[in-house]
């Protein structure tokens, strides 16, 4: 995977298919004040929409949500405001500003102001006007975008939850993505994304994504001041007695230059759980986890999308 330069910050040229979109996502976490976030973006032209969810961490405990969907049918690049959540550029591949002031489903008012500031760089691949490698890359372009990116990076600012507010400090750390192309939730089988932040110059992230063409696998690693793209995933999970909720993940991460990185992710909060298993239906459960590795713990996430069966089983079993 190699770096990509500034201007995949903005926005790509629009194709035809109908489910064209160019997400943005990020995560932070702070372990010391035990509060942090995901929020994702979708601008999607051909619908004319583009929409908004933010989900907060809140200390001690508990998971706030927010969202808003709005008409927007040219693309936009420098300033996402959605509602209560606002996106802002400030230096492409650099840094980003997000705030909020909104009120969650549940009725808490949840207000941030934080930036984001690059770690590493961003590492991704262009797939516009590329043909796919194998079936297992073209079914994933279809349904997951052309194209992607990812970046690690610090966290500063404030998050504020019913007016109490907490500062993030030194080890509020998380990743960006980015991707450009056909977004379709229900086309994967099944995947397991992984953004793991162990320390600032230790970062992992990517994705093994399971098609009808075989199994995609994604990713990259950060360590000694450069990066190497991840070849293999290989993962092994200890479940709830739902037998869909993750707890652990055992990862080992093969890369390019054949060193094997394992890592063992503890889940401490995920969302939704249980309460997102039910038949026939796509649950995606974002795991907070503590990533250790090599002897140091750092944090980030454990995410598995599922496909459910008519009897609300996994139709690819969980390994």
Known sequence: MPVLDAHHDLAHPVEGDSAWSESYYFNGYDPDVDCGFYT?????????????GMSVWMPGGGVAHLGHRREQHEMIERSLEVGPVTYELIEPMQRWRLTCDGESHKGARIAMDVTFDALTPAIGGDGQNKQAADSSSAATRLSVGK????????WSGWIEIDGTRVELGERAFGNRDKSWGPRR????????????NIDPETHFGGIVIGTDGGDLHRGWVWRDGEHTSIAEWRV??????????????????????????????????IEPGARGVAPSTTIV????????????????ISEYLHQLDADARPVVPIT
Request: glycine content about 14%; charged content about 30%; hydrophobic content about 35%.
């Open 40 to 52: 994702r973006v979708g601008v999607r032209p051909n619908e004319g929409t583009i929409d908004v």
């Open 147 to 154: 194209g992607h990116l990812e970046q690690a990076g610090r």
């Open 185 to 196: 939730w229900g086309g994967p089988r099944m995947w397991r994304w992984f953004s793991i």
């Open 236 to 269: 092994a999970s200890e479940l709830e007695d739902d037998g869909v909720t993750h707890r652990r993940s055992f990862v080992t991460a093969v890369d390019k230059l054949g060193r094997e990185h394992e890592l063992v992710a503890d889940v401490i909060r």
């Open 285 to 300: 459960n974002e795991g907070l986890a503590h990533w250790t590795y090599e002897g140091r713990t750092g944090t980030g």
